[in-house]
């Protein structure tokens, strides 16, 4: 351990540049680090957009998927109302003929 003035006024400024080195660093460690982080945004946010871009067109071609689907469905309801018509018309047909049929009976009697 130095005894004299001067020597612990040297001990003490060898410490002092010592800290200065190290907060030297420090400082160079955390603008490398802020450069990086920087970089790391650019990138993900470059991702992000690619997929944001992929997830939209996968959408557009779903809603296209469903346009299709109900262009079917609504063809599929006027084929039903088709029937439905031609079913009212053949129970009309065979109810009038049972009615026929019927007087027919009674008349005969």
């Known amino acids: 351990m130095p005894q004299t003035l001067e020597e ?13 080195e190290a907060i030297r660093k420090i400082s160079a460690d955390i603008l ?10 650019v990138t993900i946010d470059t991702r992000l957009n690619a997929l944001e ?5 996968r959408f557009e071609s779903i809603d296209k998927r469903f346009e299709s689907i109900d262009k079917r469905f609504e063809s599929i309801d006027r ?5 439905d018509k ?3 018309w053949l129970i009309g047909i065979i109810f009038s003929s ?6 027919a009976i009674l008349l005969r009697r």
Do not use: P, Q
């Open 8 to 20: 612990r006024v040297s001990y003490l400024e060898g410490k002092v540049e010592g800290v200065e």
């Open 32 to 41: 490398m680090l802020s450069e990086r982080i920087d970089h790391l945004e």
């Open 53 to 57: 871009e992929r997830i939209d067109r």
């Open 79 to 83: 084929r039903f109302e088709a029937i």
């Open 86 to 88: 031609k079913f009212n």
């Open 98 to 103: 049972w009615i026929t049929l019927f007087v």
